[in-house]
């Protein structure tokens, strides 16, 4: 993976592999995790901009972040221009200096709403969100991507759309809407795109491993990669792609526990670490037990047992 630094506005980060925005994973502990596992950038989970507007108390526990954490971008999806620049105006987002637009989410609700992907197919109205966010003063980013399906591909026009509507970076994912994760991911269509546009192109899909996201940036000419649901198996990926070392599964189950704890309940830090944990154990001898015992657990303590036993301190 060719790394380098990146400027997306007058933000420079320090390198051009990106933690995507994953709906129920990317939180504060394991956005602090991936960064501190190399990523340049992490993604919060996309967060409703109408939610903030009424204080919608479910979103603002997606906004937790720390002075520790450091640079994070937010998502928000909408559709409502005005709405969408109140959010990037609302308190709860001032920790955040990058703002990124969701107009990739295939998900039914969102896509009948006129959110997510829907804007593709709207891009007038995609271009007045840009433009609406852009006055709030935030570096605005879009991810979005290349069409709704394969015979309504849009990539080139749509990033300079974004472009000419003043946004800073733009993350393709390079798979039609009615694919949603599955199937090739289209590199001419992100060539394409990157080069029509002057803002750097960052380019999302399919990276499991080094050599994936080697391929995805010599075939598209992008400036970086963004990745995704490998993170979720195997979230030390990041040191493989940036150079840095690894380190033992259990110490870094154990700092993802405590950061976990760090803004979250008891009840959501069992949950969401004995999901982790069944995530992280894929591939071991014996996976499919211990996500039975798992998914059984009812303390943090419990979870952190089987980690133990799993992974061990000397492994
Ligand atoms: C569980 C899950 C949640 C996701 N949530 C979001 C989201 O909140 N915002 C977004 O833009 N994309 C979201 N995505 C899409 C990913 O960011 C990414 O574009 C997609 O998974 C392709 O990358 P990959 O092949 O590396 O997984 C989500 C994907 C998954 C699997």
């Avoid at 992490?42 to 507007?53: N, P, Q, R």
């Avoid at 393709?172 to 546009?197: F, M």
């Avoid at 840095?244 to 309940?265: I, P, V």
Wanted: charged fraction near 25%; charge should be neutral; aromatic fraction near 8%.
């Amino acid at each position: 993976m060719r790394l380098s630094t990146i400027r997306v506005g007058d933000i420079l980060l320090p390198n051009n592999v990106f933690l995507a925005p994953l709906a129920g994973y990317t939180n504060y502990a394991f956005r602090r995790l991936c960064k501190e596992y190399g990523a340049g950038l992490c993604f919060s989970e996309m967060v409703s901009a109408k939610g903030l507007k009424y204080g919608n108390e479910n979103t603002e526990d997606l906004l937790y972040t720390d002075e520790e954490e450091g640079l994070t971008a937010v998502q928000i999806f909408g559709n409502d221009p005005e709405i969408m620049r109140m959010a990037c105006e609302n308190e709860k987002l001032a920790p955040f200096p990058i703002v990124d637009i969701n107009m990739g989410c295939p998900v039914p609700k969102i896509y009948k709403n006129g959110e997510g992907s829907a804007l593709l197919e709207n891009p007038k109205l995609a271009e007045e969100i840009v433009k609406a966010c852009v006055k709030s003063g935030k570096t605005i980013t879009v991810k979005f991507r290349i069409g709704v399906s394969a015979d309504k591909l849009i990539t080139k026009e749509f990033a300079k759309r974004m472009e000419g509507a003043g946004a800073s970076m733009l993350t393709i994912h390079g798979r039609t809407k009615d694919k949603v994760y599955a199937g090739e991911v289209n590199y001419d269509e992100i060539a394409s795109a990157k080069s029509a546009v002057g803002i750097p192109v960052i380019a999302n899909g399919g990276v499991f491993s080094n050599e994936d996201a080697k391929r995805l940036m010599q075939n598209t000419g992008a400036d970086g990669v963004m990745v995704a649901r490998a993170s979720l198996f195997d979230p030390q990926l990041f040191c493989d792609l940036t150079g840095k070392e690894r380190e033992n599964k259990y110490t870094s189950f154990c700092k993802q526990m405590q950061w976990t704890r760090a803004h979250a309940d008891e009840k959501f830090t069992t949950v969401f670490m004995r999901k982790m944990a069944a995530f992280y154990v894929k591939g071991e001898r014996g996976a499919a037990a211990y996500k039975d015992r798992l998914f059984s657990c009812k303390t943090p303590e419990e979870v952190l047992e089987i980690a133990k036993e799993i992974w061990g301190e000397k492994k």
